[in-house]
Nanobody, 125 residues
Framework: QVQLVESGGGLVQAGGSLRVSCAAS??????MGWFRQAPGKLREFVAA????????AYADFAKDRFTISRDNAKNTVYLQMTNLKIEDTADYYC????????????????????WGQGTQVTVSS
Protein backbone atom coordinates (compact mmCIF):
# COMPACT_ATOMS: atom_id res chain seq x y z
CA GLN A 1 0.00 0.00 0.00
CA VAL A 2 1.24 3.45 -0.91
CA GLN A 3 1.49 6.16 1.71
CA LEU A 4 1.93 9.81 0.75
CA VAL A 5 3.22 12.75 2.77
CA GLU A 6 3.22 16.29 1.39
CA SER A 7 5.52 19.07 2.50
CA GLY A 8 6.74 22.47 1.41
CA GLY A 9 3.60 24.53 1.73
CA GLY A 10 3.66 27.97 3.29
CA LEU A 11 3.03 31.66 2.89
CA VAL A 12 4.27 33.39 -0.25
CA GLN A 13 3.62 36.75 -1.84
CA ALA A 14 1.78 37.05 -5.10
CA GLY A 15 4.19 36.62 -7.98
CA GLY A 16 6.45 34.38 -5.93
CA SER A 17 7.34 30.73 -6.27
CA LEU A 18 6.98 27.66 -4.12
CA ARG A 19 7.74 23.98 -4.51
CA VAL A 20 5.68 21.38 -2.73
CA SER A 21 6.82 17.79 -2.42
CA CYS A 22 5.13 14.45 -1.98
CA ALA A 23 7.13 11.62 -0.47
CA ALA A 24 5.79 8.16 -1.21
CA SER A 25 6.38 4.89 0.54
CA UNK A 26 5.21 1.43 -0.35
CA UNK A 27 4.38 0.61 -3.93
CA UNK A 28 5.61 3.84 -5.46
CA UNK A 29 5.78 3.44 -9.23
CA UNK A 30 2.25 4.60 -9.86
CA UNK A 31 0.65 7.44 -11.71
CA MET A 32 0.49 10.50 -9.50
CA GLY A 33 -1.46 13.71 -9.37
CA TRP A 34 -1.74 16.98 -7.51
CA PHE A 35 -5.08 18.44 -6.54
CA ARG A 36 -6.05 21.47 -4.51
CA GLN A 37 -9.00 22.53 -2.44
CA ALA A 38 -9.79 26.07 -1.39
CA PRO A 39 -12.15 26.81 1.49
CA GLY A 40 -15.74 26.24 0.48
CA LYS A 41 -14.78 24.81 -2.91
CA LEU A 42 -14.56 21.37 -4.41
CA ARG A 43 -11.23 19.63 -4.79
CA GLU A 44 -9.86 20.34 -8.25
CA PHE A 45 -7.22 18.81 -10.47
CA VAL A 46 -3.90 20.61 -10.81
CA ALA A 47 -1.43 18.30 -12.56
CA ALA A 48 -0.66 14.66 -13.21
CA UNK A 49 2.38 12.60 -14.15
CA UNK A 50 2.78 9.04 -15.32
CA UNK A 51 5.01 6.50 -13.62
CA UNK A 52 8.27 7.40 -15.37
CA UNK A 53 7.66 11.13 -15.74
CA UNK A 54 7.43 10.91 -19.50
CA UNK A 55 3.89 12.24 -19.68
CA UNK A 56 2.40 15.13 -17.77
CA ALA A 57 -0.91 16.97 -17.85
CA TYR A 58 -2.12 20.23 -16.35
CA ALA A 59 -5.27 22.09 -15.57
CA ASP A 60 -5.64 25.20 -17.69
CA PHE A 61 -4.83 27.51 -14.77
CA ALA A 62 -1.61 25.60 -14.11
CA LYS A 63 -0.22 25.58 -17.64
CA ASP A 64 2.87 27.80 -18.04
CA ARG A 65 3.04 28.42 -14.27
CA PHE A 66 3.23 25.01 -12.59
CA THR A 67 5.51 22.05 -13.31
CA ILE A 68 5.01 18.53 -12.03
CA SER A 69 7.99 16.20 -11.86
CA ARG A 70 9.12 13.11 -10.08
CA ASP A 71 12.31 11.52 -8.86
CA ASN A 72 11.67 7.79 -8.59
CA ALA A 73 15.04 7.22 -6.93
CA LYS A 74 13.78 9.41 -4.08
CA ASN A 75 10.17 8.24 -4.32
CA THR A 76 9.13 11.87 -4.50
CA VAL A 77 6.84 13.90 -6.70
CA TYR A 78 7.16 17.66 -6.91
CA LEU A 79 4.95 20.54 -7.91
CA GLN A 80 6.91 23.67 -8.75
CA MET A 81 4.64 26.70 -8.73
CA THR A 82 5.68 30.06 -10.15
CA ASN A 83 3.99 33.44 -10.58
CA LEU A 84 1.61 32.51 -7.80
CA LYS A 85 -1.69 34.30 -7.57
CA ILE A 86 -3.96 34.93 -4.60
CA GLU A 87 -6.48 32.52 -6.11
CA ASP A 88 -3.88 29.73 -5.86
CA THR A 89 -4.41 29.76 -2.10
CA ALA A 90 -5.57 26.26 -1.13
CA ASP A 91 -4.63 23.00 0.49
CA TYR A 92 -2.60 21.00 -2.00
CA TYR A 93 -2.88 17.23 -2.05
CA CYS A 94 -0.91 14.60 -3.87
CA UNK A 95 -2.59 11.38 -4.82
CA UNK A 96 -1.81 8.07 -6.44
CA UNK A 97 -3.95 6.12 -8.88
CA UNK A 98 -3.92 2.50 -9.99
CA UNK A 99 -3.02 1.51 -13.52
CA UNK A 100 -6.38 0.00 -14.44
CA UNK A 101 -7.93 3.42 -14.95
CA UNK A 102 -7.57 4.92 -18.39
CA UNK A 103 -4.74 7.35 -18.87
CA UNK A 104 -7.20 9.98 -20.06
CA UNK A 105 -9.01 10.04 -16.69
CA UNK A 106 -6.08 11.67 -14.90
CA UNK A 107 -8.14 14.68 -13.81
CA UNK A 108 -10.86 12.72 -12.08
CA UNK A 109 -10.69 12.70 -8.31
CA UNK A 110 -12.45 9.35 -8.05
CA UNK A 111 -9.70 7.54 -9.96
CA UNK A 112 -7.16 8.21 -7.20
CA UNK A 113 -7.23 5.77 -4.32
CA UNK A 114 -4.44 7.00 -2.06
CA TRP A 115 -4.19 10.58 -0.78
CA GLY A 116 -1.79 12.52 1.35
CA GLN A 117 -2.86 14.73 4.22
CA GLY A 118 -2.32 17.95 2.27
CA THR A 119 -0.07 20.97 2.61
CA GLN A 120 -1.38 24.50 2.88
CA VAL A 121 -0.33 27.16 0.39
CA THR A 122 -1.29 30.75 1.11
CA VAL A 123 -0.60 33.50 -1.39
CA SER A 124 -0.77 37.04 -0.04
CA SER A 125 -1.01 40.35 -1.85
Amino acid sequence: QVQLVESGGGLVQAGGSLRVSCAASGRTLRRMGWFRQAPGKLREFVAAINWDGGNTAYADFAKDRFTISRDNAKNTVYLQMTNLKIEDTADYYCASRPSYYSASSYDRVETYDVWGQGTQVTVSS
